[in-house]
């Protein structure tokens, strides 16, 4: 069993930052990947940036050039740095790790992109 919890959502201006944080409860340097997903209000959950257990990255085209995803494997926790923030990444952001057998889920942190 892995449990995710993500943190760092809140209230932030159009053009602000954010850094989302995603701890596991568990090393995860023998995870497969880490991703972040969001589902904003009436929206189906959507990709939004993976990193693999090599550090290869992987952005939806929606965010790519502004939000930028890491692994830190001493602290079982992969970050979601997001600049440029636009009212349109307002969403629930859902952290993932795939690893053999099973796939976690986080339980999310909200963003909300307004002036």
């Known amino acids: 069993q892995v449990q995710l919890v993500e943190s760092g959502g809140g209230l932030v201006q159009p053009g602000g930052s954010l850094r989302l944080s995603c701890a596991a409860s568990?090393?995860?340097?023998?995870?497969?990947?880490m991703g972040w997903y969001r589902q904003a209000p009436g929206k189906q959950r959507e990709f939004v940036a993976v990193?693999?257990?090599?550090?290869?990255?992987t952005y939806a085209d929606s965010v790519k050039g502004r939000f930028t995803i890491s692994r830190d494997n001493a602290k079982n926790t992969v970050y979601l740095q997001m600049n440029s923030l636009k009212p349109e990444d307002t969403a629930v952001y859902f952290c993932?790790?795939?690893?053999?057998?099973?796939?976690?889920w986080g339980k999310g942190t909200l963003v909300t992109v307004s002036s």
């Open positions: 568990r090393t995860i340097s023998s995870f497969y990947t």
């Open positions: 990193i693999t257990r090599g550090g290869s990255t």
């Open positions: 993932k790790a795939v690893t053999s057998p099973s796939n976690y």
